[in-house]
């Protein structure tokens, strides 16, 4: 069974740093575009950053600049440098993956179980 396990939330002063983590388990076929979404109270979630098996990136305009995303295909894993955090950065961040698991079945979408960024001012 395909999983996506996440770490590295937590609390932070504005200004400061953190690492997002997001670790593909199980079987795969393939995995292609994978990225972070936020989701803040009382909002929809959005998309954060993407990139693709090839490592084309893309980046909300508000993250630009402070955020970078990349991946480590061999360890089916993929990150998020969170950098010059700032309070309206606050939210549940979910890691995304574009999953084949066998090259029968078409391409599935897979979320991990979110974790909290909080950034205090």
């Known amino acids: 069974q395909v999983q996506l396990v996440e770490s590295g939330g937590g609390l932070v002063q504005a200004g400061g740093s953190l690492r997002l983590s997001c670790a593909v388990s199980g079987r795969t076929f393939s995995i292609n575009d994978m990225g972070w979404y936020c989701q803040a109270p009382g909002k929809r979630r959005e998309l954060v950053a993407a990139?693709?098996?090839?490592?084309?990136?893309n980046y909300a305009d508000s993250v630009k600049g402070r955020f970078t995303i990349s991946r480590d295909n061999a360890k089916n894993t993929v990150y998020l440098q969170m950098n010059s955090l700032k309070p309206e950065d606050t939210a549940v961040y979910y890691c995304?993956?574009?999953?084949?698991?066998?090259?029968?079945?078409?391409?599935?979408?897979?979320w991990g179980q979110g974790t909290q960024v909080t950034v205090s001012s």
């Open positions: 990139i693709s098996s090839g490592g084309s990136t």
């Open positions: 995304n993956a574009k999953i084949r698991e066998v090259y029968w079945r078409p391409t599935t979408d897979y």
